[in-house]
C-alpha cells in the first residue's frame, strides 16, 4: 500500500516537476538542485559511495534533470557530496547556501523541493530522516512541508 503511494505521489510531483524546470534552466537552480540531492543523501549523517553512485546515476538518468548539462549537474553534485564527505557539518551549511540562492523566487523554490521528494523516494523508501531534511529545507525556502506531504 505504502509503496503504491509512493510511486503514485512520486509520478505526480514529477510531472509538476518537469513541467516546470525547462524556466528554471540556469546555475542557481542547478546548485541549488544539486545542494538539496546532496544534503538529501547525507540525510543519515553520511553520504556512502553507494549512495553516491546512485545520486548521481538518478541525476544522470533523470528526465527532470535532462534541461541540465550531464557533466554540469555531475560537476555540481559532486562537489557538494565531498563536501559533504569531508565534513557533514560544512557540507551542510554549503547546502543552506545553495538552496537560499532561489529563496525569492517560489515557483522555483516549489520545483526544488518537489524534484528532493521525487529523489527521496526513488529507492523505493522516503525515510523519516530524509522527510525531515525536506521539511528543513521547506522551511529555508519558506513553504509549507505539508504541501509535500513531508
Known sequence: MA???LRE???ELRKQ???TLKRFQNQKMLDALTGGC???ASADGTISG???RKMLNFMRVSPEMNVFETKAVLTSFSSIADTFEVDYEFGRIEAVR???LIK???AAANVLVRLVCIIGGSD???DADEKKVVREICHLLDLDPAQFDV
Open 3 to 5: 509503496l503504491g503511494w
Open 9 to 11: 505521489r512520486g509520478e
Open 17 to 19: 516537476a518537469g513541467d
Open 38 to 40: 546532496a544534503w538529501l
Open 50 to 52: 553507494e549512495e553516491k
Open 98 to 100: 545553495r538552496i537560499a
Open 104 to 106: 525569492d523566487d517560489a
Open 124 to 126: 523505493g523508501t522516503f
